[in-house]
């Protein structure tokens, strides 16, 4: 079962903090991900964090700005977004699979529900 939590409306150069309860998945070989769906748009990676060997991954209009983290021993997985911009104003869901390679949506099975992330003056 994956739960976020940590959306809400944040002015534009304001940050969140997104957590991802991963309860049920063994830490080993388990990549996680964030993934983001605007309105009419497509799902699309916003980062990863490999189950492997805990390399990130991000997207290249989130770099600089996000930081995806795990906690040691714990099945918690934080995104920190700082700098939002109106465009990054989304549904934001985690994902988990096991021995995942690749930051694509299409790879992952398990979804939590998702949280809304509003970025407005």
């Known amino acids: 079962q994956l739960v976020e939590s940590g959306g809400g409306l944040v002015q534009p150069g304001g940050s969140l903090r997104l957590s991802c309860a991963t309860s049920?998945?063994?830490?080993?070989?388990?990549?996680v991900g964030w993934f983001r769906q605007a309105p009419g748009k497509e799902r699309e990676a916003v980062s990863c964090?490999?189950?492997?060997?805990?390399?990130?991954y991000y997207a290249d209009s989130v770099k600089e700005r996000f930081t995806i983290s795990r906690e040691n021993g714990q099945s918690m997985v934080y995104l920190q977004m700082n700098g939002l911009k109106p465009e990054d104003t989304a549904v934001y869901y985690c994902?988990?699979?096991?021995?995942?390679?690749?930051?694509?949506?299409?790879?992952?099975?398990?979804w939590g529900q998702g949280t809304q992330v509003t970025v407005s003056s």
């Open positions: 964090i490999s189950g492997t060997n805990g390399r990130p």
């Open positions: 994902a988990a699979s096991r021995l995942v390679s690749n930051c694509v949506a299409s790879l992952f099975g398990s």
């Open positions: 049920g998945f063994t830490r080993a070989y388990t990549t």
